[in-house]
């Protein structure tokens, strides 16, 4: 058996790891809207219905409280739901299901109860989607105690953290970015597990730190390459693990360069990079040569006209531009 799987795209490690995940624990089931004999609407469950049959993966009806109730019950009982949530925009129509029950489940319990329960989800702008399908909610959920969140951007780290996910006792909020679908990697054909919790550097830099997270990183790592022709050397972290945040990875880089630039799709207020800029502050303040800076899109919901999406997103240029201010102050 080869060592690497020809490099597949996400949604087709996505759904190597589900097969995998499967045929090693019964305890595995799967569900969601569309997911069983439709495949996914992303193709991400392929296979899986005839490959398991319908008594582990089945559909579930437009409901979104009644399957994710459905999912954290199972999770009690000592399953390991891989639930699909079809979009993280309609997370709010399941809303008590993941803030007050599978959040609170292990604290409610005194640690009695285990909660290994995944909601996969999808987050993301860039196709047109409207502002009901598009958004980018990682950092609303990592907000709630109890709640581990990831966002991978590359198939061998999604692969690899859905498998960590599983066998985690906590819930997971597994948030895949439509954009990324198509993006191919290498994936050794183990589909090694990535430790939850553990950001990876995609480029290592001594002049500014530049934290992406999900698809922001294909623009980040664009930027950099821009941002090298101008003599200014970048570090490009990928965070991987929305939360728990890894800081060491971080602190460890900001302390070289000085300088941290935080891209992100999510919430231009108290989102992920507010975390990050001020997890940093706190951590390393005396070690900074300017003030942190983030980059992300407008306090508006995602504009549906495909060029006023585009204006709305954060592009490379807008990195470029933002990460040469950076370097001026």
């Not at 001020?278 to 995602?302: C, E, H, I, Q, Y």
Request: net charge negative.
């Amino acid at each position: 058996m080869p060592n690497h799987m020809p490099e597949p795209t996400i949604a087709e490690a996505l759904n190597a790891a589900h097969h995998q995940l499967m045929a090693d624990d019964e305890s595995v089931i799967c569900f969601g809207e569309d997911f069983a004999q439709n495949g996914g609407v992303f193709g991400v469950s392929n296979g899986l219905l005839e490959a398991f049959g319908p008594a582990r993966v089945f559909d579930t009806p437009i409901s979104e409280t009644a399957f994710i109730g459905m999912a954290v019950g199972a999770a009690i009982t000592g399953l390991k739901p891989i639930v699909e949530l079809m979009f993280c925009d309609f997370a709010g129509v399941c809303f008590d299901q993941i803030l007050n029950q599978a959040a609170k489940a292990r604290f409610l319990s005194n640690g009695n109860l285990k909660m290994p329960l995944v909601i996969r989800t999808t987050m993301g702008a860039g196709d047109g989607s409207g502002a009901m399908h598009s958004q980018s909610l990682h950092g609303l959920l990592a907000s709630i105690p109890g709640l581990v969140v990831v966002a991978p951007s590359s198939p061998a780290d999604a692969a690899g953290l859905l498998k960590s996910a599983v066998m985690s006792d906590d819930p997971v909020i597994f948030m895949e970015n439509k954009t990324l679908y198509g993006h191919t990697g290498p994936v050794e054909a183990s589909l090694p597990p990535v430790p939850i919790g553990e950001a990876r550097t995609l480029k290592s830099g001594n002049d500014i730190t530049i934290v992406a997270a999900s698809a922001m990183t294909q623009a980040a790592l664009a930027a950099a390459e821009t941002l090298e022709h101008k003599g200014v050397s970048a570090s490009v972290i990928d965070p991987r693990t929305i939360k728990p945040v890894d800081w060491n990875t971080i602190q460890s880089s900001v302390q070289q360069t000085g300088r941290l630039l935080v891209i992100d799709e999510g919430a231009a207020f108290g989102g992920f990079a507010d975390t990050v800029i001020a997890g940093m502050t706190d951590r390393v303040f005396s070690a900074l040569k300017a003030a942190p800076k983030k980059l992300t899109p407008p306090d508006t919901p995602v504009p549906y006209a495909v060029g006023a999406e585009g204006t709305w997103m954060p592009g490379a240029s807008d990195i470029v531009n933002v990460a040469t201010q950076l370097m001026e102050a």
